[in-house]
């Protein structure tokens, strides 16, 4: 089955069939589940989400997008516009998919923290640790 791309400003209240939506200034795609369900699938576009890969024609998300949390449970790539569909997950696999996830956005984000602290936090803790003393010693 294929799609169509549609780049667009800000995501349309009623969304096509078949039509994946993105919106680079809101870093969001958005489609119709493929099963036909009709519900609507957000796939947010980040380091720790969804990558998009456009190619001039075509458009990819990665990884694959899987509506654990629609009854239909439907489980698919979207590769340059096409629908793949993908084996179902049993349970313990998308527990684990989904810890795995929460583990990798804690790194990501762990990451980025220690960076910023090492640059320009540890100033403002002295800072603070002054202020709390002279909160203390003024009394
Ligand atoms: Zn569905």
């Not at 349309?12 to 519900?39: Q, R």
């Not at 190619?55 to 979207?78: A, E, M, R």
């Not at 516009?81 to 989904?98: L, P, S």
Request: aromatic share 12%.
């Amino acid at each position: 089955m294929m799609m169509q791309h549609r780049f667009v400003e800000i995501i349309p209240d009623a969304v096509e069939d078949d039509v994946l939506y993105i919106s680079l200034k809101y870093c969001t795609a958005i489609h119709k589940c493929a099963c036909g369900c009709g519900n609507e699938v957000v796939t947010p576009i980040s380091p720790t989400d969804w990558k998009l890969i456009f190619d001039g024609k075509t458009v990819s998300l990665s990884p694959s997008i899987g509506n654990w949390s629609f009854n239909c449970q439907s489980h698919y790539w979207i590769k340059r516009n096409e629908i793949v569909y993908a084996r179902e997950w049993d349970k313990e696999e998308i527990q684990f998919g989904r810890t795995n996830d929460k583990k990798r956005k804690a790194k990501y984000y762990n990451k980025e923290n220690e960076s910023v602290s090492s640059v320009t936090k540890r100033p403002k803790k002295k800072k603070r640790w002054k202020k709390f003393l002279k909160s203390i010693f003024s009394f």
